[in-house]
């Protein structure tokens, strides 16, 4: 057997596999392909069919939710074996199919690049209070700005950081920002580029280490679960609907926008199933004035996917993952279907700009992060003071 199989074998308790279809009865994946099952991917390996499990282009199926590992007796990470699968399946060839020409990694794999210095500052208006030096808060803006250019004909990207930095002012906070801030690492970690991922890690662990802040508030689902569980960083890392929800919670805030209706709320697996944290975006949403939650069906750990990860596969079967998601959102009568994380909003924003989706089904996808804002009567949508 391989021996980075082997050794991934250990550590996410694979070899324990009772092989009770648990895993398969709830892939979003197994229930369209019935030839993709991730207790499969296991067996394969476990048989020592090493050649045909590496060179399989379903292994880049998978979409590494953790629904799997929610509903496994023997606590399998499957995703994460799936991830050293495919760092093998590199090595042979196979390299799955990347969304949006390859944009996004491209782009990742540029910033990992100790030589090249970036303009990812051009977002900020004037009047936003940041510095670039030392601070109590760091906030990660992750790879919106980039977003914003990939993905500007159905998503403004930088509303979101502007946002987020909105919020701080009005707070009392100037957040730090780094001006040569990296990828944190996490598509090219999950795609098994782990050289890559290492190098992002370095740089931008040197970066932080820098500015000496205490705490780091991250805008993306992804970001959040990355820099707090696969960075050695001394610096307490937040999600911002956590750092939001306190605020919200624990301040006399005088709300401007109160006349919100329905609001449905998607949990990012990252977020969700990964970092356990379902609670704190509601609570935002529940304190602000005029905001009534609704549930979907699935909610909290049963959330379906958005439909795509780490940027792979973006395919049919991954348009109907996003379809049946906003489905059930409108089936809540919300009129705005929230998220905490912009990778979320971009996917399923996406499949709503597609010209032939039935207006029944297109719905106002918004990132937490806005919605706050906006009811505190922040400008977000660019048109700043200059």
Known sequence: MNERIQESFKQTKAYFCLECGKCTSIC?????????????VVKKALLDFEDDLLSDERIWDCLTCNLCNDVCMSDVKLPEFIRTVREQGLSVGNTGNPSHCEMPHTIARLMANSNISQNRMWWIAEDMKVNHNEGEYLLWTGCTPYFKTIFSDFDEATEVPRAAVRLLNYFGIEPVLLENEKCCGHDMLWVGRNEIFENLRR?????????????????????????????????????????????????????????WGKITYHDPCRLGRFAGEYEAPRKVLKAIPGVELVEMERNRHRSPCCGVSAWMNCDDFSRELRMNKLIMARDTEAEILATACPKCRIHLRCYTANEHVQPQIAMNVEDITVLAAQSLGLEVNGRWKK
Do not use: W
């Open 28 to 40: 979003p994946v197994s229930q369209k392909d019935c030839s993709f099952t991730p207790r499969l």
């Open 203 to 259: 740089q931008n662990t040197e970066s932080i280490e820098k500015t000496k802040v205490s705490t780091i508030i991250t805008l993306c689902a992804e970001g959040y679960m990355t820099l707090k569980n696969d960075y050695d960083l001394d610096s307490d890392v937040v999600h911002i609907s956590q750092f939001l929800a306190d605020k919200f919670e624990n301040n006399n805030i005088e709300f401007k926008k109160k006349d």
